[in-house]
């Protein structure tokens, strides 16, 4: 069946440093492709997603490109902050899975000041 | 848009009793509602989809008599935890969609069952 294969963590940074958690799918056809990210105590938030090869998501500093070639959907973002620190999920969803979302395993980011 | 409320946030309740938990799309029609369950510090786990006037689908290794979902409105769902243990402590999750490839969730309930 689908499935994510995502980094594990934890990662800890420094504050501007570059951060790349990497992610990679399995799935029939050609699924969504989504990066959601949860803060301590609350639910899940949509931080990016890409629906086609080559697409590129981007939100609040954050890219991932669908990478068909390789399956992959890397997050990035080039000078983290503080607050940026939660844990990171990858995820796929598409019609030949009914649309249930399939989640990697999350990545915990802690960034210092 | 795409508001997703849990009720309640967080119960304690003790070992043998039911609880029913809410999620609602506050602002959107949910052709499906999915619910997840996440242990700490682990990923989310669907448990199961339902449609509004349907019955559920469960994943495999969900018992739908001890996790019973009703999908009554297409802005209602909620999910029962029957005679709730110890074991089933945890944090439940729900999302809804729109019927394309994009889910909304909602914040979570924390379980605790003593």
């Known amino acids: 069946g689908d499935s994510v294969t995502q980094m594990e963590g934890p990662v800890t940074l420094s504050e501007e440093a570059f951060l790349t958690i990497n992610c990679t799918y399995t799935?029939?056809?050609?699924?969504?492709l989504f990066w959601y990210v949860q803060y301590p105590g609350e639910g899940l938030q949509l931080l990016l997603k890409?629906?086609?090869?080559?697409d590129k998501g981007s939100n609040k500093g954050f890219e991932a490109t669908y990478r068909k070639e390789t399956t992959s959907f890397h997050l990035e973002k080039g000078s983290v902050q503080v607050s940026d620190s939660a844990v990171y999920f990858c995820a796929l969803s598409g019609p030949y899975n009914n649309n249930d979302m399939r989640f990697g395993a999350g990545t915990r980011l802690t960034v210092k000041p | 848009g795409a508001v997703v409320s849990q009720h309640p946030s967080w119960v304690i309740c003790k070992s043998g009793t039911s609880v029913k938990i809410e999620c609602r799309s506050l602002d959107f029609q949910a052709t499906t509602m999915f619910w997840y369950r996440q242990f700490p510090k682990q990923s989310l786990m669907l448990m199961a989809t339902?449609?509004?006037?349907?019955?559920?689908?469960?994943e495999q290794g969900v018992e739908k008599d001890k996790f019973l979902i009703n999908h009554a409105s297409l802005t209602l769902s909620t999910l029962t935890v029957t005679s709730a243990h110890p074991e089933d402590s945890s944090f439940y999750i729900c999302s809804a969609g729109q019927g394309n490839d994009e889910q909304y969730f909602g914040p979570g309930t924390r379980l605790t069952v003593t």
């Open positions: 799935a029939t056809g050609y699924p969504s």
């Open positions: 339902s449609n509004e006037g349907s019955k559920a689908t469960y």
């Open positions: 890409a629906t086609k090869a080559d």
